[in-house]
């Protein structure tokens, strides 16, 4: 049957059109230039704050209009699922937001593609107001400069079980302050109850080979080095609670979020959290509350680990002074300062860890958790490489997984992590 | 002299015929356009490029298809999604027929039971896994009944085999109502004098299902076999929410559609990558269709 020409015609704009797609995004990323008039409309995006804090930022927005009359902030929240979905999404559409609040690992890709605006060039009159250690967090390796304001900072204690410690003969007044402490308290609780109840609920994350003092990346931050003998030692330990049901049988498939249930329904000793959980145990679980044990997070390093949030101005922002302004507005120490007496964070302006708010206990759970969660955070680390993507946390925990599983000794099962994560980065360009 | 009135109004309704249907037709062929051809043509062209979320691809030729086979995780999602198809359409085949044939008859109280029955089908796939992973945790209802009665707890969600199974079974439970359905106005159409013929002659309720039912129905059987195949191979949903993000133990719960949402998302997704792996997909549910209606025609014959 003879094409038409029409139809020949169709068939290529088909073919061609899908290819012009590939065209996009990745330019130059537009000038580093901040510097003029605040004015004009910007987009401000959010994730998942709008639910508990929207009378905080409606306030906080209403008083930078009136600071900067001629500007007009939109603000938008995204819910926390798929929260990197929706920002690739605009990113590759050309839609991204003004101002994004974003965590370092997100930072990563925007910046590579030329989206996030480098702030050591456009706002670097700022830097002295944030602590040292908060500022670099949102560097990328590789690159020169510094992609978003830091946020605020998140860290907490391990929770514990004092019923189910006493349960199992320990005193419940004596938590575990060691890694070597950990393990042999697992152990025990394993054994005394038949295995009827694991001390953690999670395969080991970077952050955990961070914490052991694992060497994760090298020097130059251009290859994985987890797979030394320090990361050997740990997953030979993980396997050992595994084997013993030390570490819960489900713990291969968990979630953040399912762990933290299995610590509610007390089918767990043990698990990591934040200020923000008391409420929770509180209001879920009054007999879990009541027995609460709160110790510090178990680190060889002597550092803790911390999360941080940044806020990022978008390279392509047609109101570059405007967004500037206002991600430093919303990063500044007496906004940091507010926003943390709303909920349990910490601000990374330097000074505002020694207000007495972070310093004075007044005898409460809630009191004793921050002070001492703003005290661990002077010296904290973020472990979580910046270039440590979602695909990579998948290759790691997999192996890990065979690792406990038996399929590969430890050795084997991080050699291959690595090999994944060195591939996964390479390609990530 | 002749009018050409008419001639002229038969000339101009001739001109108008061919453009009036692709009017009517434009605003849905607009959409099929932007959201179906599009993206699929799209994703065509990105199988041959290293395109990555905010990086524009170039062009690789087959180096994805190559990479493919050697990636562990493929075959272990192309296994997982085979599995899938041979343990769920031969489910969703019989018993919705079964089902339908209990459900057909004008009793006091049916209606409840065709309710009940398809209530799984209008629930959202996210809550009914959730229920599902909580009746089957360690420390669930399942496991507590099991224990209760001496066999112990089973580890429903942390053995790969025992997941995909349970995942499975979440989708046969899920889609039984909805096949019932399909079945049910098949059934309606089966012409009662067979039935009777059949009974007059002797035949039993388990022959007169093999020589009435099954050949008046067999075509919807073909029809339930090819929309339940191309659905099992694209399982997603019930397996990521029972087996977690990465795929259950070590990924080893990973169907072919988990990897393409995995590889091709986030802001360092692999786009060219993940669409190689669409493209087998879709080259594996066409063929799937094509089979499960090529036996059905055979069988006709």
Not at chain 1, 13 to 41: I, M, N, Q, Y
Not at chain 1, 129 to 134: D, N, R, S, V
Not at chain 1, 155 to 183: C, H, I, R, V
Request: charged letters at 20%.
């Amino acid at each position: 049957m003879p094409v038409s020409r029409r139809a020949l015609v169709a068939a290529a704009v088909c073919l061609v059109l899908p290819l012009s797609a590939c065209g996009s995004g990745g330019d130059d990323g537009g000038s580093t230039d901040a510097s003029g008039k605040v004015e004009g409309d910007i987009i401000f995006q959010t994730w998942n704050l709008r639910a508990n804090f929207k009378p905080y930022f409606e306030g906080l927005i209403a008083d930078f209009e009136k600071k900067y009359p001629g500007t007009k902030v939109k603000w938008v929240d995204q819910p926390a699922e798929g929260y990197a979905d929706k920002i690739s999404a605009d990113a590759a559409g050309g839609t991204l937001p003004d101002v994004v609040n974003v965590s370092p690992d997100l930072v990563a890709p925007l910046a590579k593609a030329g989206l996030a605006l480098d702030l050591d060039k456009a706002a670097g009159q700022y830097r002295k107001e944030y602590l040292e250690g908060a500022w670099a967090s949102h560097r990328i390796p590789g690159m020169t400069g510094t992609y978003a304001f830091p946020w605020y900072l998140n860290t907490g204690p391990l929770f514990y079980n004092k019923s189910l410690f006493k349960k199992a003969g320990l005193d419940p007044d004596q938590p575990p302050k060691t890694y070597d402490e950990l393990f042999a308290d697992a152990l025990r609780i394993a054994e005394n109850s038949d295995g009827e109840v694991s001390t953690l609920a999670n395969v080991p994350t970077i952050e955990d080979f961070g914490r052991y003092g694992v060497e994760l990346m090298n020097p130059a931050g251009t290859a994985f080095a987890f797979n030394d003998a320090k990361g050997v030692e740990l997953l030979t330990k993980y396997k050992e609670l595994y084997d013993a049901k030390a570490l819960d049988p489900q713990a291969l498939t968990a979630t953040p979020e399912s762990s933290g249930k299995k610590f509610l329904t007390e089918a767990v000793a043990m698990n990591p959290g934040s200020a923000l959980d008391l409420g929770n145990f509180k209001k879920q679980a009054p007999n879990l509350y009541k027995n609460i044990g709160i110790t510090d997070q178990i680190t060889s390093t002597g550092h803790v680990n911390m999360y941080v949030m940044g806020v990022m101005v978008n390279a392509q922002s047609k109101r570059k002074p405007a967004a500037v302004a206002f991600a430093h507005y919303v990063t500044d120490a007496a906004h940091q300062m507010s926003f943390a007496k709303q909920v349990a964070i910490f601000p990374s302006t330097a000074g505002s860890l020694d207000d007495p708010y972070f310093t004075e206990e007044d005898g409460t759970d809630e009191t004793r958790v921050r002070v001492a969660a703003a005290k661990s955070l002077k010296n904290a680390v973020n472990y979580t490489p910046v270039l440590f993507s979602e695909q990579m946390k998948t290759a790691l925990r997999n192996e890990v997984a065979k690792a406990l599983q038996g399929k590969e000794s430890p050795k084997e099962a991080l050699d291959n992590a690595v090999k994944a994560c060195d591939t996964l980065l390479r390609q990530q360009g | 002299m002749p009018s050409t009135g008419p001639r002229t109004r038969a000339v101009r309704v001739r001109r108008q015929l061919p453009t009036s249907p692709w009017l009517f037709a434009a605003p849905g062929l607009l959409v099929i356009g932007a959201f179906i051809l599009y993206p699929f043509v799209s994703t065509l062209v990105n199988a041959f490029t290293d395109r990555r979320t905010l990086i524009p691809g170039e062009f690789v030729g087959l180096a994805n298809f190559r990479e493919l086979l050697h990636d562990d995780m493929f075959w272990i999602g192309l296994r997982n999604s085979a599995l899938y198809v041979l343990g769920v359409v031969p489910a969703l085949v019989i018993l919705p027929l079964l089902l339908a044939l209990l459900v057909q008859k004008n009793i006091p109280g049916i209606t409840f039971f065709r309710s009940a029955f398809y209530t799984p089908v209008v629930a959202s796939i996210v809550v009914v896994g959730l229920i599902w992973v909580w009746l089957l945790d360690e420390r669930g209802l399942v496991n507590s009944l099991l224990e209760t009665i001496g066999v112990g707890r089973v580890g429903f969600l942390s053995d790969q085999w025992l997941l995909l199974m349970s995942a499975m079974a979440v989708t046969v439970w899920k889609g039984l109502g909805y096949y019932m359905i399909i079945y049910l106005a098949a059934l309606a159409n089966v012409p009662r004098e067979l039935h009777e013929a059949a009974a007059v002659d002797g035949a039993g309720a388990v022959r007169r299902f093999v020589t009435v039912t099954v050949p008046a129905v067999r075509s919807t059987m073909a029809l339930v076999g090819a929309l339940s195949s191309v659905a099992a191979f694209k399982v997603f949903s019930e397996v990521y929410l029972m087996a977690g993000p990465s795929g259950g133990p070590a990924g080893e719960d990973t169907t072919l559609v988990m990897l393409v949402q995995r590889t091709g998302t986030g802001l360092t997704g692999r786009v060219g990558y993940a669409s190689a792996i669409s493209v087998v997909v879709f080259v594996v549910t066409v063929a799937l269709m094509l089979l499960v209606l090529r036996a059905d025609r055979r069988s006709e014959s």
